[in-house]
């Protein structure tokens, strides 16, 4: 399989159907909880990653034209000004794109500071990433009934969150996901449903897939809270009165502010 054309056509497998239903889970969990006002997918056209999400403004683009897209554009030379969304999800854009770094670094650009960015990726540290290596190896693994997503690079986590920080994006959280080896039938991957509890457990960085939440952080950049905030804290805040006694030694028994008062 090749690019775009491939994975769109091997997520309508079992294996394809069994890990976008676990994006879905995350996405929908995540996105729930994102706030502000422009949100943007890139790519994966087949899934709405930002359903849950409740941003008024909310942009799917693809490469190329699709019923469900709502722009075409070049993911590297997004049509956005600068800090102009709060949110951009990537599910599974980065392993496709020609030049993933110019797409990242594109994200960046048009990002708000505090804006989030979410990618899934396929893991090349698992069973699926082992497809992209020799064909004796997996049959020695007896995987022969298996069929993996081909992308024309598996980026691992660990080089992806090095793009990040020299982005400046801090990795808010990640998650890994999809133990089961991609086997080509459905009654094949239930047999291995007991992978997701062990690979949880003592092996979670070998998951088929991750998921990751990063926000994009500016150095020397001060947040101030709405006005309404800082009005409603004063008006709340305790109120000391002094006492008679340190109004008297403040005042002199004969000052007539202190006789008044």
Same mark, same amino acid.
């Given at each position: 399989?090749?690019?775009?054309?491939?994975?769109?056509?091997? $997520?309508?497998?079992? +294996?394809?159907?069994?890990? =976008?239903?676990?994006?879905?889970?995350?996405?929908?969990?995540? =996105?729930?909880?994102?706030?502000? $006002?422009? &949100?943007?997918?890139?790519?994966?056209?087949?899934?709405? &990653?930002?359903?849950?999400?409740?941003?008024? /403004?909310?942009?799917?683009? !693809?490469? !190329?034209?699709?019923?469900?897209?709502?722009?075409?554009?070049?993911? !590297?030379?997004?049509? $956005?000004?600068?800090?102009?969304?709060?949110?951009? #999800?990537?599910?599974?854009?980065?392993?496709?794109?020609?030049?993933?770094?110019?797409?990242?670094?594109? #994200?960046?650009?048009? %990002?708000?500071?505090?804006?989030?960015?979410?990618?899934?990726?396929?893991?090349?540290?698992?069973?699926?990433?082992?497809?992209?290596?020799? +064909?004796?190896?997996?049959?020695?693994?007896?995987?022969? /009934? #298996?069929?993996?997503?081909?992308?024309?690079?598996?980026?691992?986590?660990?080089?992806?969150?090095?793009?990040?920080?020299?982005?400046?994006?801090?990795?808010? @959280?990640?998650?890994?996901?999809?133990?089961?080896?991609? $086997?080509?039938?459905? @009654?094949? %991957?239930?047999?291995?449903?007991? %992978?997701?509890?062990?690979?949880?457990?003592?092996?979670?960085?070998?998951?088929?897939?991750?998921?990751?939440?990063?926000?994009?952080? #500016?150095?020397?950049?001060?947040? =101030?809270?709405?006005?309404?905030?800082?009005?409603?804290?004063?008006?709340?805040?305790?109120?000391?009165?002094?006492? @008679?006694?340190? %109004?008297?030694? !403040?005042?002199?028994?004969?000052?007539?502010?202190?006789?008044?008062?």
């Amino acid at each position: 399989m090749n690019g775009i054309t491939g994975l769109q056509d091997w $997520f309508q497998t079992p +294996a394809g159907r069994y890990l =976008l239903a676990w994006e879905r889970d995350r996405l929908e969990l995540a =996105l729930a909880n994102i706030f502000g $006002f422009h &949100a943007l997918q890139l790519g994966l056209t087949e899934m709405d &990653a930002l359903s849950t999400n409740r941003m008024p /403004h909310r942009w799917l683009a !693809a490469h !190329a034209p699709t019923p469900t897209a709502d722009l075409v554009t070049d993911f !590297a030379a997004l049509p $956005f000004p600068a800090a102009s969304l709060d949110l951009a #999800v990537l599910p599974h854009t980065l392993e496709f794109c020609a030049d993933p770094h110019a797409t990242l670094r594109e #994200v960046e650009r048009v %990002l708000v500071p505090e804006g989030r960015v979410v990618i899934s990726g396929l893991n090349p540290a698992s069973l699926w990433g082992l497809r992209e290596r020799p +064909a004796h190896l997996y049959h020695r693994l007896g995987l022969d /009934h #298996v069929v993996s997503p081909r992308a024309t690079e598996f980026i691992g986590y660990w080089r992806l969150r090095d793009w990040l920080r020299l982005l400046g994006f801090e990795v808010e @959280s990640v998650l890994f996901g999809c133990y089961r080896p991609p $086997f080509a039938s459905q @009654s094949w %991957l239930q047999r291995f449903e007991w %992978l997701e509890w062990a690979g949880n457990r003592w092996w979670p960085i070998f998951g088929a897939v991750y998921f990751v939440v990063a926000v994009k952080r #500016v150095r020397g950049l001060t947040l =101030l809270s709405p006005a309404w905030k800082n009005a409603r804290a004063l008006a709340s805040a305790p109120v000391s009165i002094a006492n @008679s006694t340190t %109004l008297t030694g !403040a005042c002199g028994p004969n000052d007539t502010k202190s006789q008044e008062f």
